[in-house]
């Protein structure tokens, strides 16, 4: 029975050997799935670690753009502003010039208006002696006409008298 015993203890020795065996075995693969898992879920981690910087980095860029935007946007509104100040002087200039030529414009157009009418009536005045002088040289030679033709009547009558017989 001893013996029986001996065999049995040994038996589950090496049962229990097989057992450590396979239990040390299990262990080492309980350790490589949790370094697989561990490296996977390292790389998942790392890639969404590098995922999340490059979107930080992104954003970061953005936003600088953005300022680059704003500050290129004010200096915009600035220069509108600026070319507005400037149109709305040139125009009040413009507008002042404008009116002050026309003011001398109605002036020169008077002084042209009142040269013209003097021009005029000093033309009428050289052209009315001449057609004055004209109508009395017509006058004067119907006159002389008139004149002569009525002393050629009397002189006519005078002859004609002088040789008439007398009854």
């Not at 050997?17 to 370094?35: C, M, R």
């Not at 600026?82 to 109605?106: P, Q, Y």
């Not at 002696?129 to 008139?146: G, H, S």
């Amino acid at each position: 029975m001893a013996k029986q015993l001996i065999e049995e203890l040994q038996r589950k020795n090496g049962n229990g050997s097989q057992i450590k065996g396979q239990i040390i075995l299990l262990e080492e693969q309980l350790s490589g799935f949790t370094a697989i898992e561990t490296s996977t879920g390292d790389a998942l981690v790392k890639n969404r670690l590098e995922d999340i910087k490059s979107n930080e980095l992104k954003v970061i860029k953005k936003r600088r753009r953005n300022k680059e935007l704003e500050l290129e946007k004010r200096e915009i509104f600035v220069k509108l502003n600026a070319a507005h100040a400037k149109l709305s002087a040139l125009s009040d200039m413009t507008l002042n010039k404008t009116i002050g030529k026309i003011s001398e414009l109605r002036q020169a157009n008077g002084d042209l208006a009142n040269k013209v009418n003097i021009l005029q009536k000093s033309r009428f005045d050289m052209v009315e002696e001449p057609v004055y002088q004209r109508w009395l040289n017509v006058c004067l030679k119907a006159e002389i006409k008139e004149y002569q033709t009525s002393s050629r009547k009397t002189s006519e009558k005078g002859s004609s008298e002088g040789f008439r017989p007398e009854n």
